[in-house]
């Protein structure tokens, strides 16, 4: 019997769901069965990772760990080599912590996961996995166990080419898509989630689970492109004709996964604890800030000279992996990461600075940074946060030296473009750090009070749910008014062992040329890689 159901919504936010869960004008209640969790539940914002950002918001759900300890930062890890800088994808075997999964497998309770990132290769559990953000072509190597694949494709409507990431279709995100174009993104991650729903609903199904956990990640991909139809404070008072089907289309979709939620708490029953979360919110940009631009105009790098070349062509597409590395001595190496890194030259005579400058320039930086104003005067990047404040840890050094928070919580660009702040077409979505966490089911207590809690709580909220004691390491706490007073005098916090030390293996670190184009390749198609 399912005890604890988990789903994940990746980049879901109040600012959508408060007005989704409640009767609107000529749009009726969007999404009742999430309603009815709430109002019954608990309901509390949820603070992501200090670059609120998929990989490490939900390696930290995952493992309970922040990433200085687990060690993802991005979607691609970067090495520099002095006179390259290397990019390979991000993965599971760059993490150093180990998972729920496995703390609860090994404590003989059975558990299903599906669809959530970095866990790519999947690790050997009581129960089953599949990996998230992988391509159809690697999806059946890419689950366990071994037949679980073939188990998939008995499922009527089974679709692996609709359910894994289709790089070619995702590759057309960008600002400027068409209205044709954003009904089809809308369509295709429609399909997308029914998938992976029907995949979630056999598995909960049939194989009742202890920890049943699936993550839905359509919210996010809709809200970076539609944003400016969603968001209540934006929509016209005479909206067109595009604006009216772009928006009752994109609510469909959160009609249907509503109706998946509701399906997936009736499968699990009356006795299961139910949570959802999402790892961060969402807001709305309206500007685009081309930081590289403003780091080659203050001679902190310099871009490779464009030679007419199809290589240099190509690399121009992706300029962030176009610079000069032998003159580069700072540079932000992918939008995702809204991060600066240092070059220090690991001998005399090889790129960067000398290591006892470190700290000068580090200052310096910053400072340049802090003085960088928009058209109208307005500071643009409200914080810095260098490595040691931002990602303490073991793994701190992989981390980007430094990580910029913007006035609008936006992302920045890479690109070698003028002016270097710019205003958008439109409103975009961009990540904003408070996500939500709602619960319900018997003991969970009934707070719509909608006190702060913390994303790297939820690991231990969720093994606190499976009656098991939460490893000692871990960072986060389970609040103590999501359950009851009954609940807690009936299942008192436990505390036991560390969780236990990990070893994934690792790759050669040295990709191909191919291999590398890949990389940029699946970066856009994430929605990482700027116009």
């Not at 790089?167 to 044709?180: L, N, Y």
């Not at 969402?282 to 464009?306: C, H, K, P, S």
């Not at 191919?514 to 990482?528: C, N, P, S, T």
């Amino acid at each position: 019997m399912t005890k604890t159901l988990f789903i994940g919504l990746d980049g879901a936010t109040f600012t959508l769901f408060d007005a989704f869960t409640r009767e609107q004008p000529g749009e009726g209640v969007v999404m009742p069965h999430l309603a009815r969790l709430m109002r019954e539940g608990f309901q509390a914002p949820l603070r992501s990772t200090r670059h609120p950002l998929t990989p490490p918001a939900w390696t930290t759900m995952m493992t309970g760990r922040t990433p200085g300890n687990h060690g993802i930062f991005d979607f691609v890890r970067v090495e520099d080599r002095g006179h390259d800088c290397l990019w390979t994808l991000a993965s599971a075997t760059d993490n150093r912590c180990e998972t729920i999964w496995s703390i609860a497998s090994r404590q003989d309770k059975r558990v299903v996961s599906l669809n959530f990132p970095m866990m790519s290769p999947p690790e050997t559990i009581n129960g089953a996995i599949v990996s998230g953000f992988v391509s159809w072509k690697h999806l059946r190597r890419n689950m366990t166990p071994p037949h679980l694949y073939d188990r998939l494709k008995a499922i009527p409507g089974f679709d692996a080419k609709e359910l894994a990431w289709d790089f070619k279709r995702e590759d057309q995100i960008g600002d400027d898509m068409s209205v044709a174009d954003l009904e089809a993104w809308v369509h295709a991650h429609r399909l997308r989630e029914e998938q992976w729903f029907k995949v979630a609903e056999t598995m909960l199904a049939e194989d009742r689970p202890d920890l049943f956990a699936v993550m839905f990640d359509g919210t996010d991909k809709l809200q970076h492109q539609l944003w400016h139809v969603l968001e209540p404070a934006l929509q016209p008072k005479n909206p067109s004709a595009d604006h009216k089907r772009l928006r009752e289309l994109t609510l469909g979709y959160y009609r249907r996964l509503d109706d998946y939620i509701g399906r997936l708490v009736e499968i699990a029953g009356p006795e299961a604890q139910v949570f959802i979360a999402s790892d961060h919110g969402f807001a709305g940009t309206a500007q685009v800030v081309r930081i590289n631009r403003y780091l080659g105009e203050l001679g902190y790098l310099t871009w490779a000279v464009d030679d007419g070349s199809d290589e240099a062509k190509r690399r121009v597409d992706v300029n962030f992996a176009f610079l000069d590395w032998e003159k580069t001595k700072a540079f932000c190496p992918t939008p995702s990461s809204n991060g600066i890194r240092i070059r220090v030259a690991r001998e005399p005579g090889q790129p960067g600075i000398a290591p006892h400058e470190y700290d000068a320039f580090r200052d310096k930086l910053i400072a340049d940074l802090k003085a960088l104003r928009g058209p109208n005067g307005e500071t643009i990047i409200t914080e810095i946060l260098t490595r040691e404040e931002a990602f303490p840890g073991p793994a701190m050094d992989d981390a980007p030296d430094l990580t910029l928070m913007l006035n609008d919580f936006g992302f920045v660009s890479v690109r070698d473009k003028t002016p270097v702040v710019a205003a958008r077409a439109y409103p975009a979505g961009t990540h904003h750090p408070d996500g939500i966490f709602i619960a319900a089911g018997p003991g969970v207590a009934q707070d719509q009070t909608r006190e702060l809690i913390q994303l790297i709580d939820v690991p231990s909220i969720l093994l606190h749910s499976l009656g098991l004691a939460v490893p000692s390491d871990f960072e986060g706490e389970v609040p103590r008014h999501l359950f009851t007073a009954d609940e807690w005098a009936a299942r008192p916090l436990a505390t036991g062992e560390a969780a236990h030390a990990v070893d994934r293996g690792a790759d050669d670190g040295t990709p191909s040329d191919a291999e590398r184009e890949k990389i940029l390749e699946q970066m856009r198609a994430l929605g990482y890689l700027d116009a």
